[in-house]
């Protein structure tokens, strides 16, 4: 499974952004696909993760309520909405796959390249 994370980019906070992921492969939506974050000089955090139909849904306790993920299984496509960002949310976003619901990023078999998300105050 190969990904491509897009959709980063500056905004204020209060503002909003919606990252995608695009993953190749006939197999997508067998995959768990996850979200996480990284700050600089920080590790790599959970952001969300959505079972592979889509049912199932896991989120970071802080970011609950503001942050979405979502999948469109037929586009092969995972999508991150971001409501009411704030500068802590400031962090290099990467989408992943893993083959179990997992929230651990040590779990997760493919990795995009990252997206930066910087929230200005």
């Known amino acids: 499974v190969q990904l491509q994370a897009s959709g980063g980019g500056l905004v204020q906070a209060g503002g909003s952004l919606r990252l995608s992921c695009a993953a190749s492969g006939r197999t997508f939506k067998f995959y768990t696909m996850g979200w996480f974050r990284q700050a600089p000089g920080t590790e790599r955090n959970f952001v969300a993760a959505?079972?592979?139909?889509?049912?199932?849904?896991n989120y970071a306790d802080p970011l609950k309520g503001r942050f979405t993920i979502s999948r469109d299984n037929a586009k092969n496509t995972v999508s991150l909405q971001m409501n009411s960002l704030k500068p802590e949310d400031t962090a290099v976003y990467y989408c992943?796959?893993?083959?179990?619901?997992?929230?651990?990023?040590?779990?997760?078999?493919?990795w995009g390249q990252g997206t930066l998300v910087t929230v200005s105050s």
């Open positions: 992943a796959a893993a083959s179990s619901y997992e929230r651990q990023w040590t779990r997760y078999d493919y």
């Open positions: 959505i079972s592979g139909s889509g049912v199932s849904r």
